[in-house]
């Protein structure tokens, strides 16, 4: 089955620098790849998402990027405020019966005012 | 506003007993989940499920059961607990529809056994 790892597992940035999420997958069936976002306390939720056939998407201050030959893809922030601390998500999916996916063990960033 | 709920926030239950886990989704979404997150091994999915009475395993399924006899409902079942399956569970549901794969997230269930 899948596989995705997921580094750093903890990340400490100032306020206003940027921060990088790696992960890399192992089935090169899989075709999506979402991230989400855990604040304390609270369920996880979709920040942003990309498919196979597109190599970057943006959303204001995040974007991913996605090399499906080396299978690896990443989360970037750029001008980081302390609302961005929480825990991060990467996951990856194919084409399953309910496009269930396998996450990442997740990245706990910290944004230090 | 997409909804998913579970039956409870925290839960204690001693070794050996049968335990229940429900979440309910009010959107009509075809694709239900059960995930447990533990720190520093994320969300490992359990079960999953794609229509009413189907059910499928997930990368952990190991002393688990799940059941959906209703389309807005899926329950977990841990038919004998034991102190390594002390967790927080968190429930999921998404639309189904090709295109839309967003995972919805109830507010999770802390379990612990003693």
């Known amino acids: 089955g899948e596989n995705v790892e997921q580094h750093p597992s903890t990340l400490s940035v100032q306020e206003g620098d940027s921060a990088v999420i790696k992960c890399t997958y192992s089935?090169?069936?899989?075709?999506?790849f979402p991230w989400y976002k855990q604040e304390l306390g609270k369920r996880p939720q979709l920040i942003i998402d990309?498919?196979?056939?597109?190599g970057e998407k943006k959303d204001q201050r995040i974007a991913v990027t996605l090399n499906k030959t080396a299978k690896h893809f990443s989360l970037h922030i750029t001008e980081t405020q302390p609302e961005d601390s929480a825990v991060y998500f990467c996951a990856a999916s194919f084409s399953g019966s309910a496009r269930q996916l396998t996450f990442g063990s997740g990245t706990q960033l910290t944004v230090l005012p | 506003d997409v909804k998913v709920t579970q039956s409870s926030r925290y839960l204690v239950k001693r070794t050996g007993e049968k335990v229940f886990l429900e979440c309910v989704q009010d959107?009509?979404?075809?694709?239900m989940f059960w995930y447990r997150q533990d720190p520093g091994l994320g969300l490992r999915l359990i079960y999953f499920s794609y229509d009413v009475k189907m059910k499928e395993k997930g990368d952990i399924p190991e002393g688990y059961s799940v059941s959906r006899e209703k389309k807005e409902r899926f329950s977990l079942i841990l038919e004998s607990a034991s102190t390594n399956q002390t967790s927080m569970y968190l429930c999921?549901?998404?639309?189904?529809?090709?295109?839309?794969?967003?995972?919805?997230f109830g507010p999770g269930t802390r379990l612990t056994v003693t």
């Open positions: 959107m009509d979404h075809e694709n």
């Open positions: 089935d090169s069936a899989s075709n999506y």
């Open positions: 990309i498919r196979s056939n597109v």
């Open positions: 999921a549901s998404s639309v189904g529809r090709a295109g839309t794969y967003e995972q919805y």
